[in-house]
């Protein structure tokens, strides 16, 4: 079955970056869409980034220039470099793969989720 794992989360000063990592698994090839979504505490879950089966990628307009998604096809493996990160960017960070979507950043368009890990920016 696909499994999709997170890891990277942590706490930064505002300014500082990090790299968020998501190991996926059970597909049976490199063609599938993943996406990295976000949940601060009160808020709504919303879509950060998202790269499709051609490797089009997608962003929220409030990480454009900040944030970049990446995936190593290789290793399976999707990450979201995070610079010049502000106590907004403070989220539970879940990653999330499907085999086709229509839209990179709508979240009911994905079937697969990870359990997510924890970035928090103080100012």
């Known amino acids: 079955q696909v499994q999709l794992v997170e890891s990277g989360g942590g706490s930064v000063q505002a300014g500082g970056s990090l790299r968020l990592s998501c190991a996926v698994s059970?597909?049976?090839?490199?063609?599938?869409?993943v996406a990295w979504f976000r949940q601060a505490p009160g808020k709504e879950r919303e879509g950060v980034a998202g790269?499709?089966?051609?490797?089009?990628?997608s962003y929220a307009d409030s990480v454009k220039g900040r944030f970049t998604i990446s995936k190593d096809n290789a290793k399976n493996t999707l990450y979201l470099q995070m610079n010049s990160l502000k106590p907004e960017d403070t989220a539970m960070y879940y990653c999330?793969?499907?085999?086709?979507?229509?839209?990179?950043?709508?979240?009911?368009?994905?079937?697969?989720w990870g359990q997510g890990t924890q970035v928090t920016v103080s100012s």
């Open positions: 999330a793969a499907d085999v086709w979507v229509e839209s990179q950043l709508g979240q009911n368009e994905y079937m697969y």
């Open positions: 059970g597909f049976s090839d490199s063609r599938y869409c």
């Open positions: 790269i499709d089966r051609t490797g089009t990628t």
